[in-house]
Structures are given as structure tokens and as C-alpha cells.
């Protein structure tokens, strides 16, 4: 039976990240919006706050495991500062391919530090020439006694100029396509032939770094090899089920926080000597988006039930990014309209908004991969 009732833990986290949000990310954001400033210092605190890790377990520094209350805490930042949001999920995608498939050693290495909000994850699967088809990545990981020799570019790669890990994925035997890709954990900022590449200049998601790592002979160590070779391309597209739930939390967030500015304002603004609410237009606006939130949580908070008690997930969490991801832009589009001039200003956050909604539409798997993937489970 599908239960939405939340537990008093996910109702405390629920609770602790809509006030972390409003304390520690709302007086910065438009700033950390405009020059493009990932801080660093907000994610020790998201961890101080106990906020990181709560769907890992206690033994590698996380909270115990509940995904969701990971997600309540994604959709409750993303109405505030989606950029930061979307670092932490990001974030916590690394971890998830760390803590599925990696060893204890490999583990222990990075875990606690990023349960404990010291280090930031990324995880680099595109290329230049792999977006959509990610599994025709051209990276090369070629052994070498007791390392492998990394070449190739990731590109688009969220949190990279600002991790201190990354899950790279690498062909270590081209012949076999997708089948040779493999999986490596990487210290970015200490090894020698890895750096950071071109930085993107962004519509939207301006404080959430992303840029290329280009590969140029990297050593890495043969024990951090993740799981087994030729399985890399596997554990990506799990993590991908995962992430496109924090995904979807993201642009349910998002939705939510435009809705509610976008709602306080018309009931204030007058023009022709009524409020714009009073407006049935605007009004009936208003009451299709709140309905269009609702449907597109319930799809979200399924799938994360699903998850959370085993089930397969796969085509849930495409149907949730599908639903949650165009409701952003579907709610933000709206939301600056109603506003008038207003909405399109910085200072009113959902300009911001509306930017950041639009690559929910594109990361983590297009939405027209998303209805790929829902169609191959609706007839297969
Ligand atoms: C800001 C940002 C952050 C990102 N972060 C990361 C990250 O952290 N790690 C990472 O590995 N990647 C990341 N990505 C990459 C992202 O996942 C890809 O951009 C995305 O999967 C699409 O790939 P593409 O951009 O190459 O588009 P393309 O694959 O070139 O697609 C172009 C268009 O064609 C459509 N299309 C392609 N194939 C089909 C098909 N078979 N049927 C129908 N339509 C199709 C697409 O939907 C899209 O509309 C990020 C991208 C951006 C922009």
C-alpha cells in the first residue's frame, strides 16, 4: 500500500532543511547567483545541520539510510536555492554509485568526509560526443601493472570545479562498446594528469559549478577500480534512477518556491482597484498549478516509496523527473507572468527560478530520453 505518511525524523529533516534554507541560503543567493559562487562553507554547515548523508549508513558517517528524507531535504532547499540543491544531490549521486558498489577501503575513503559536508562528490559520465548515447563515452583506462592510465574529456560535469571526488567512468576495452566501461574513483585535485578544463558560463544553476576534466595520463590506482570492469556503464545508469529523483525533487522545489512568492504577491498587487488575485483568470491560474504540484508530488513521493521499499523504480523515477522537471518550467513560466515587470526582476528570486528550471528539462537523462525509457517499459 502506497503510505505517504511521513515519519517524525523525516518531518524533523523536512522541517531543519526549510529552515537552513531560509537562515542560511536565502540572504546570499541572488550574490552567489550573479558571480557564480559556489560556497563551500554552506555545505560544512548542511552537514553541521546534520542534512548530508541521511541516506547512508551511520558506519560511513551518514544518517541511517532514509532516501526520503534525502528528498524532502533536496525539494526544500530547491525553493530557495536550487543551484546549491542540485551540488548537494549531485553530491550525493557520487555517493550513491560509491556506497552501491564500491568497496569498504574505497568506501571509507570518501564517505565520511562527504557525509560530514568537509568534501564535495561528482560523477562524470558525458563527453564532447557521449551526451544522450552515454554509453558510447570514449575515455580510455588502459592497465598498467598496478594503475591505469586515464585519457579522454568528461565534460558538463556538475560540482567538478569544487570536488574533492569524482566517479569517472572509462572504457578499459573499447572493442566491447558500453561493455568496456568501467568505473574509477579519482582524487581530482591530487592526481597528477587530471584537471579542470573549459568552465560553463550558464542560463541558470549559475552557483552550481560545472566544467570539463580532461584526463592526460592519469595514474590511478588499480584498487580504485569500482566494483568490476566492464560493469561501469551499470552502476551509471542505477545511479542515474537515483538521481533523477533528487532531479525531480529539484524541480518540484523549484515549482513550489516560485508558486509561493508568485501567490504573496498577487494577493498584494492592485491594479484597476483590485487585487490581481480577484482576477478570475489569474486566479484559476493559480488553482491549475497548484493542482498541476500536487499530481507531479505524488508521482515524485511514489517513486521515492518505491525505492525506499525495494521495489524497481526505474521507470517511476523517469516518470517523476518527466513530471516534476516540466512542472518547473511550466510553474516559473506562469509565475514571472504574473508578476508583470516585477517577476522578471533579481530581486524577486523567481527570474532566477525560471532560469534554473530549464536544465531540470536536460540533465540526468533529457525528458526525451526520460519518455524513451518509459516507453521501453510500457512495451517491452
Ligand atoms: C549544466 C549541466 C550539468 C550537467 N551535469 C552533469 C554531470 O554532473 N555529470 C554528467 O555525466 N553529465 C552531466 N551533464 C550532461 C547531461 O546529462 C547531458 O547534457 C544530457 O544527458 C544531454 O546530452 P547532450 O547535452 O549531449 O545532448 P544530446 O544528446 O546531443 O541531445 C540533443 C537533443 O536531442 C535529443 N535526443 C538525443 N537522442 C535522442 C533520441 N534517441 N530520441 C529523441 N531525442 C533524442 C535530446 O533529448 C536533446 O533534446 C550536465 C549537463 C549540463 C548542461
Redesign the pocket.
Known sequence: MFDLTLTDYQKDIQQRARDFAQTELLPGVIDRDVNEEFDMSLFKKLGDAGLVGLQFDKKYGGHGNDYFAFTLAVEELSKVDSSFAISFA?ASTFATVIDKFANEEQKMHCLPRLCAGDALG?????EPE?????GSAQSTAVRSGDKYILNGT???????VVADYAVIVANTDPSKGSKGLTAFLVDLKETPGISIGHI?N?CG?RS?R?AEIVMENAEIPADRMVGEEGRGFKYALTSLNYGRLGVAAQGLGLAEGAFDICKDYIMERKQFGRRICDNQYMAFRMADLQVDIEMARLLLYKGVWKQQTGQDFAADASKAKLACTNLAMKVTTECVQSMGGKGYMREQHVERMFRDAK?TQ????????QR?IIANALFK
Open positions: 549531485i561528482c560523477f562524470a559520465l558525458t557521449a551526451g544522450s548515447d552515454a568528461k565534460k558538463f560535469i556538475t560540482n567538478s560553463e550558464k544553476i552550481a560545472v536544465i536536460i540533465y540526468e537523462g533529457t525528458n526525451e530520453i524513451l
